[in-house]
């Protein structure tokens, strides 16, 4: 495995590395201080601060602060990097046509670079998915509620996909959404605009069902659902069964749930 690292390089070393990376096709980090411009469907500026830039081979480029999970600018996939050294800065540049767009990272100090041969383990294994706890479903309906009939998955709507859309034993159509883990607020959300996108669809007079499957959800979660007349069911998604001691499940947080909802696979 090819690892180059280099402390407190100057803009010329980076540069010559910059490139060599590029070339080799490598994941790059650089952390120093710079600004950050975007320019394209928007636009917007960050101020000098020292910030963790992250240079994938396929295009990607995520630009991180100290504070939470996700960047405070980042480019997808299918983007090019090209780098430069001028008015005495190092500028790192992402770049896409459709749409056109364009990220201009300024650094006045690198304080680390890294590149990295980072290659093998793309693909995630995950146990007890959504997509476990769907098949688990389309196996057995009844673990949703006896005479529940599946009809389709990833339905569209004009809020989205739903996971599965299918009728009661009363003819009544149901939207199931699904959860992985421990959900909180959002999750609840999520399935009341499916709910109300499905009665704009059908007409107001339709009544629709909306149940939320998840191993546990949170207090502040169950009520929003009884206060929206949205029904919760506890399946695992290992098993498919619901979870032997619903009240063992992670303890967490409504935020943290929230955090959960927006990272399920």
């Known amino acids: 495995m ?5 402390h407190r390089p100057t803009h010329r ?8 990376a590029f070339e080799r096709g490598d994941l790059i980090t650089v952390f120093g201080r710079c600004t ?11 101020g000098p601060g020292n910030r963790l830039v992250i240079l994938k081979p396929d295009g990607s ?38 749409p056109a767009e364009t990220l201009d990272v300024d650094f006045e100090q690198i304080h680390q670079f890294s590149a990295l041969s980072v290659t093998g383990g793309r693909d995630l294994d995950l146990q007890g998915s959504e997509e476990d706890l769907r098949q688990h479903i389309l196996g057995n309906p009844s673990l949703v509620e006896p005479g529940f009939t599946p009809l389709e998955t990833e339905r ?6 739903m996971d599965i859309y299918g009728k009661d034993r009363d003819d009544v159509p149901v939207v199931v959404e699904l959860k ?3 959900v909180g607020p959002s999750a609840a959300s999520q399935l009341q605009r499916y709910v109300e996108a499905l009665h704009r669809e059908l ?17 502040r979660t169950s009520a929003l659902l009884a206060e929206q007349g949205l029904e919760f069911v506890a399946l695992d998604p290992d098993t498919g069964q619901p979870p032997e001691d619903e009240a063992s499940g992670d303890v967490v947080s409504d935020s943290e749930a929230e955090d959960e909802d927006d990272s399920d696979v």
């Open 13 to 20: 070393e980076t540069l010559w590395a910059l490139e060599e």
């Open 36 to 46: 950050v411009d975007y320019d394209g469907r928007a636009s917007s500026t960050l």
């Open 180 to 182: 992985r883990r421990r």
């Open 203 to 219: 007409g107001d007079g339709v009544e629709v069902r909306g149940i939320l499957v998840a191993p546990s959800v949170t207090d």
């Open 61 to 98: 480029t995520l630009v991180h602060t100290d504070e939470k999970r996700t960047p405070v600018n980042w480019q997808p996939p299918g983007c090019e990097h090209h780098a430069s050294v001028r008015d005495g800065r190092l500028r790192i540049r992402g770049t896409r046509q459709t």
């Open 2 to 6: 090819h690892a180059t690292t280099l």
């Open 156 to 161: 569209e709507s004009t809020a989205g996909p």
